[in-house]
């Protein structure tokens, strides 16, 4: 299911599919087609094959019967055969000596030596042996075998046509006999036998293009005269599988022996499993080259859409780019176009409302700041008319007065409406020196700046309200001595600072009550509106007094060259 469902989300995919399947359907049926018309092509050449290697191989058995017949002749016409068969059949007509009779018959069995030798040479080494048998029965052969079992059978074996060699199946060793009848032309007289033995062994060789045990030699009842399966000469041919098999035959016009073959059904159809193997092969290249090709077609089309989609959700996030490089006229680069516009419209479009509130935090940065500069001047200014009524330490305003011109000319100067903390830290320490010169002993203060982060861009004038904070809800309510602790820290990537005083035991009801406080608001509120919500101010109760707590991010900028310092006298 995750399958199909990433095909039907990806264009590209859902298209190849389609295309590759419009194109599959058209390439089954053509390769059906072909297969079918080139199946019954096949069926129709394997026939005629078979019947052509048929006959090539029953020409093959004939053409060496028929050389044997014709040795077989040759011999039976020699005159020392003739010579010594007459002899024994008609002795008076034909006498001879002793002597002439041995020598007669030595010279008829090297004959037959040298006929069998001939025959292997010429015809093949098929012949076992040669037999010469006379009236009375006297054998003379030449061969491998000299035993002849059933001599009565070749007596009585029928002849065709007188002087004809005829050929039999043998059950003496199931040979094949070619027996030729020798008869006394003048008189008639059957005068004896010849009889050439074919090896059983060797004469399948004759037929070994055909694979084991599918082609036999028979009788014309069906008897198995020769067969590459020796267990089976002598028997009945068995009876083919009509659907397994393709059984072909024919008749020798030389011996009357049937020439069978039993080809199973898998074998003649391996040329038509091949021609299925191929059709299948070519329409599954075909469409593997159909689907490569569509693959990079459709990639040119489908690009730029992912492209395109994959900006589209990009600009959703507020991340705007263009699409480069689509490199195309046609409609998909139309709308690459179209997109690419509102793109830029939309960028300048966000820049125009960005420069707007930009403006407008400006502007209302700058009322803030002009609603604190008179605010701060009059609570410092309060501060030395309290040094001026006291006689014993009227001589500390002028340190007083030049320390407060300096924060004044820092309030009031033109420039970036952000300072490094340093700086800031330098400004408050000298507003904590002011109030120090009027509580003298009974006020404390500490500062703790790590040396990395005194260089951190923070807004000008920001810790001033909330040590003011501190002295009017805290410490001047005290009778002890009062202290303010201020700290900078680093915390998950961002700038925190934190101002701590000890004025909690004094009026804590009062203090709960007045909240945050205007000028705590102010700094919150230019805190926001510099770096949006998750930044602020967080007041909690401490220990001893109140803690107020600022988080900041934490930025840089090129150091400030501004001395602090200038102007501050020791009391």
Not at 122 to 150: M, R, V
Not at 174 to 187: A, S, Y
Not at 442 to 460: A, S
Not at 499 to 516: H, V, Y
């Amino acid at each position: 299911m995750k399958i199909v469902r990433f095909v039907r989300s990806k264009l590209h995919y859902k298209m190849m599919l389609i295309y590759s399947l419009l194109t599959l359907i058209p390439l089954i049926i053509v390769s059906a087609t072909f297969y079918v018309t080139s199946k019954r092509i096949l069926e129709n050449n394997v026939d005629q094959s078979f019947e052509r290697t048929m006959a090539e191989t029953s020409d093959k058995i004939d053409g060496v019967f028929k050389a044997f017949a014709r040795e077989a002749s040759g011999i039976g016409d020699n005159r020392f055969v003739n010579a010594l068969l007459r002899n024994a059949s008609m002795p008076d007509r034909y006498p001879l000596a002793p002597s002439e009779r041995d020598a007669l018959e030595e010279r008829v069995e090297e004959m037959l030596r040298i006929e069998l030798e001939d025959m292997s040479k010429n015809i093949g080494d098929f012949a076992d042996s040669i037999h010469l048998f006379d009236a009375e029965g006297k054998h003379y052969f030449t061969g491998s075998d000299p035993d002849i079992q059933y001599y009565e059978a070749i007596v009585i074996m029928p002849f065709e046509k007188q002087g004809v060699p005829e050929w039999a199946f043998f059950v003496d060793h199931h040979r094949l006999i070619c027996n030729l009848q020798l008869v006394d032309p003048e008189l008639g007289t059957v005068l004896g036998n010849l009889v050439v033995l074919l090896d059983p062994i060797k004469v399948p060789s004759l037929y070994d293009s055909y694979d084991r045990g599918s082609f036999f030699i028979t009788s014309a009842s069906n008897v198995v005269l020769s067969s590459d399966l020796r267990q089976s000469i002598g028997e009945l041919i068995p009876s083919p599988a009509t659907r397994d098999t393709i059984a072909t035959e024919t008749k020798s016009k030389s011996t009357g022996f049937k020439y069978v073959s039993r080809i199973p059904v898998s074998e003649a159809s391996a040329g038509i499993r091949r021609l299925a193997v191929f059709s299948v092969a070519v329409a599954l290249a075909a469409w593997i080259a159909v689907i490569v090709i569509t693959y990079y077609v459709l990639r040119k089309i489908t690009s730029p859409l992912a492209t395109l989609s994959k900006l589209m959700r990009k600009a959703e996030k507020e991340n705007y780019q263009l699409i480069e490089n689509f490199g195309s006229h046609d409609e998909i680069a139309q709308l690459c176009h179209s997109f690419n516009r509102m793109i830029l419209e939309t960028k300048d479009l966000i820049q125009k409302v960005y420069k707007a509130e930009l403006e407008q935090k400006e502007a209302q940065l700058a009322a803030i700041r002009t609603y604190f500069n008179p605010h701060f001047l009059h609570n410092t200014l309060e501060y030395v008319s309290i040094l001026a009524k006291s006689n014993d330490k009227i001589e500390r305003i002028p340190y007083v007065v030049k320390s407060l011109s300096s924060i004044i000319r820092f309030s009031i100067s033109p420039g970036k409406p952000f300072v490094p903390l340093n700086v800031e830290m330098n400004f408050a320490k000298i507003y904590m020196q002011i109030h120090q010169y009027r509580f003298e002993d009974r006020f404390e203060y500490g500062i703790d700046l790590p040396e990395h982060l005194k260089q951190v861009e923070v807004p000008k004038l920001i810790l001033q309200p909330i040590i003011e904070n501190a002295f009017v809800h805290g410490i001047d309510h005290i009778r002890g001595i009062g202290r303010i602790d201020i700290r900078a820290y680093e915390s998950q990537f961002n700038l925190v600072i934190e101002i701590e005083d000890n004025g909690g035991s004094a009026q804590p009801p009062a203090r709960e009550s007045k909240g945050m406080g205007s000028g705590l608001k102010g700094i919150e509120s230019r805190i926001r509106l510099h770096f949006g919500e998750r930044y602020g101010i967080e007041k909690r109760q401490g220990e001893q007094g109140m803690i107020i707590r600022l988080l900041l991010p934490i930025l840089f900028n090129e150091p400030a060259e501004l001395s602090t310092r200038e102007g501050i006298a020791s009391p």
